[in-house]
C-alpha cells in the first residue's frame, strides 16, 4: 500500500519569498515520486520526478524538491515566488509493486501576495 | 500534437441520464488512465488500459460506469444512470511504457460532469 501526506492545504508566501510545500509519503517499494501543479480549471502539469537516481531533482519553472528516504519526505521548494506560480500542488507517489497508478496528496494551495 | 485530448470539456445533464467522455492519449502510449477529481480534492484512481487490456479498476467504478479502449487507441468512459455525486472532473492520462514505474505520465484538461 502507498499513501502520501501533504502537511498544509494552503500556503500564502510574499511575491519574492521562497516557497516550501510539504510531502511525506509511505510505500511497501521503492517509490517513484512526482510533484504536479493544476492551475484553475486545468489539467495536471509535471512539476518534476524522482526516479532513485539524484535525490535533489530540479523541474520546471525554478522548483525543486528532494527525496529524503530517512524522513519519507519529498518537499517542494523554489527560491523566489512569482505571481504566477499561484495554483493546486499535488505531491504524488507511484509504487513499482503492483497497480499502475498514481496516488495523490489532497493537494497544497499556493498563494502568492503581491 | 499533441497532448493528451478529451471531449467534451464540459457537460451538464440530468439526474439518470447517461453521459459518455472520450480520451485520446498521445500517440503510442501504450498506457491510458482514468482519474476522477472532486472539489477540493487529489485526483482519485478509476482504471487503466495497457493497450485494449484493461487491467484494473477501482473500487470507486461501481457498475453503472465503462470504460473501454477498443483498438489501443482512444478510450471512452461512460456513465450510465447518472447520480448527482457523480459531478465532477474525469480526467484522462497516458504514459509512454508498462511495467516502469519512473516513466511519467501525462495528463488532459479534463472532463468536467454536473449532474443537476
Same mark, same amino acid.
Given at each position: 500500500?502507498q499513501s502520501?501526506t501533504q502537511?498544509?492545504?494552503?500556503v500564502?508566501? %510574499? !511575491?519574492?519569498?521562497?516557497? @516550501? ?12 515520486l512526482?510533484w504536479?501543479v493544476q492551475h484553475p480549471n486545468?489539467?495536471?502539469?509535471l512539476?518534476l520526478?524522482?526516479t532513485s ?10 522548483f525543486?524538491a528532494?527525496?529524503?528516504? %530517512? !524522513?519519507t519526505?519529498f518537499? @517542494?521548494t523554489?527560491p523566489s515566488?512569482h505571481?504566477s506560480?499561484?495554483a493546486?500542488y499535488f505531491c ?10 498514481l496516488?495523490?496528496g489532497k493537494g497544497t ?6 | 500534437?499533441?497532448g493528451?485530448?478529451q471531449n467534451p470539456?464540459?457537460k451538464i445533464?440530468?439526474?439518470g ?11 503510442e502510449?501504450?498506457r491510458?488512465y ?6 477540493g480534492?487529489?485526483p482519485e484512481?478509476?482504471t487503466y488500459?495497457q493497450?485494449?487490456a484493461?487491467l484494473?479498476k477501482s ?5 453503472r460506469?465503462s ?10 468512459l ?5 447520480e448527482?455525486?457523480?459531478s465532477?472532473m ?14 511519467t505520465?501525462?495528463f488532459?484538461?479534463g472532463?468536467w460532469?454536473?449532474?443537476?
Amino acid at each position: 500500500a502507498q499513501s502520501v501526506t501533504q502537511l498544509d492545504s494552503h500556503v500564502s508566501v %510574499s !511575491e519574492g519569498t521562497p516557497v @516550501l510545500l510539504r510531502c511525506n509519503y509511505s510505500s511497501s517499494y521503492s517509490p517513484s515520486l512526482f510533484w504536479y501543479v493544476q492551475h484553475p480549471n486545468k489539467g495536471l502539469q509535471l512539476l518534476l520526478k524522482y526516479t532513485s537516481a539524484a535525490t535533489l531533482v530540479k523541474g520546471i519553472n525554478g522548483f525543486e524538491a528532494e527525496f529524503k528516504k %530517512s !524522513e519519507t519526505s519529498f518537499h @517542494l521548494t523554489k527560491p523566489s515566488a512569482h505571481m504566477s506560480d499561484a495554483a493546486e500542488y499535488f505531491c504524488v507517489v507511484r509504487s513499482g509493486g503492483g497497480a499502475d497508478g498514481l496516488t495523490f496528496g489532497k493537494g497544497t494551495h499556493l498563494i502568492i501576495q503581491p | 500534437d499533441t497532448g493528451v485530448s478529451q471531449n467534451p470539456r464540459h457537460k451538464i445533464t440530468k439526474r439518470g441520464q447517461n453521459v459518455t467522455f472520450r480520451c485520446d492519449p498521445i500517440s503510442e502510449h501504450n498506457r491510458l488512465y482514468w482519474y476522477r477529481q472532486t472539489l477540493g480534492q487529489g485526483p482519485e484512481f478509476l482504471t487503466y488500459f495497457q493497450n485494449e487490456a484493461q487491467l484494473e479498476k477501482s473500487r470507486l467504478l461501481s457498475d453503472r460506469f465503462s470504460a473501454e479502449r477498443p483498438k489501443g487507441s482512444f478510450s471512452t468512459l461512460e456513465i450510465q444512470r447518472t447520480e448527482q455525486g457523480d459531478s465532477a472532473m474525469y480526467l484522462c492520462a497516458s504514459s509512454p511504457q508498462s511495467g516502469v514505474s519512473g516513466n511519467t505520465i501525462y495528463f488532459g484538461e479534463g472532463s468536467w460532469l454536473t449532474v443537476v
